[in-house]
T-cell receptor, first 111, second 113 residues
Framework: NAGVTQTPKFQVLKTGQSMTLQCAQDMNHNSMYWYRQDPGMGLRLIYYSASEGTTDKGEVPNGYNVSRLNKREFSLRLESAAPSQTSVYFC??????????FGQGTRLTVV | GESVGLHLPTLSVQEGDNSIINCAYSNSASDYFIWYKQESGKGPQFIIDIRSNMDKRQGQRVTVLLNKTVKHLSLQIAATQPGDSAVYLCAALTRDSNYQLIWGAGTKLIIKP
């Protein structure tokens, strides 16, 4: 489907391992976001990129880094995974301030 | 800062009835309020938004009501169908949060046949 593609869909990491979550969009929009979703809590913003070449911290950036490789791709890296980073991660393209188009998510478990 | 919360974690509704999902917010300076639908195993999907200077906005089979006096937001779904089964998320947008969305935890809507 057109829109936002995230890889992988599922991942299990050991504490201390690193990994990169990939996100690609074919919507030709500038704004791309990374959120995490934990049970019983609302989505929380990790990092966002308003345009190619720029990135900014969100509410919960600690333990993460991002790269806006080009207009299409926005990756999220965990350098040293911790159990507290077990979550579902969503990449989204913000069409407007309020309307976002989300990917299917990456379910990450850190053991 | 803003906080957003839904009144009930789960709501069960008979198929064909109307559903009303409620949300409360704390910051009266919020500019927009938004509803998303999240089906199992999928990302959230935008439903409708309402600007803070409005009281009501209608979409296709949905109506959002905003009561600024009691800081309350509701999403009404008419003639609920099995495909409406999902978690419904409310969110607020405010300049205080640098125009980032502040999200509630969600209400799971269960449709009874």
């Amino acid at each position: 489907n057109a829109g936002v593609t995230q890889t992988p869909k599922f991942q299990v990491l050991k504490t201390g391992q690193s990994m990169t979550l990939q996100c690609a969009q074919d919507m030709n929009h500038n704004s791309m976001y990374w959120y995490r979703q934990d049970p019983g809590m609302g989505l929380r913003l990790i990092y966002y990129s308003a345009s190619e070449g720029t990135t900014d911290k969100g509410e919960v950036p600690n333990g993460y880094n991002v790269s806006r490789l080009n207009k299409r791709e926005f990756s999220l890296r965990l350098e040293s995974a911790a159990p507290s980073q077990t979550s579902v991660y969503f990449c989204a393209v913000h069409l407007t301030w309020t309307e976002a188009f989300f990917g299917q998510g990456t379910r990450l478990t850190v053991v | 800062g803003e906080s957003v919360g839904l009144h009930l974690p789960t709501l069960s509704v008979q198929e064909g009835d109307n559903s009303i999902i409620n949300c409360a917010y704390s910051n009266s300076a919020s500019d927009y309020f938004i509803w998303y639908k999240q089906e199992s195993g999928k990302g959230p999907q935008f439903i409708i938004d309402i600007r803070s200077n409005m009281d009501k906005r209608q979409g296709q089979r949905v109506t959002v009501l905003l009561n600024k006096t009691v800081k309350h937001l509701s999403l009404q779904i008419a003639a609920t169908q099995p495909g409406d089964s999902a978690v419904y998320l409310c969110a607020a947008l405010t300049r205080d949060s640098n125009y980032q969305l502040i999200w509630g935890a969600g209400t799971k809507l269960i449709i009874k046949p």
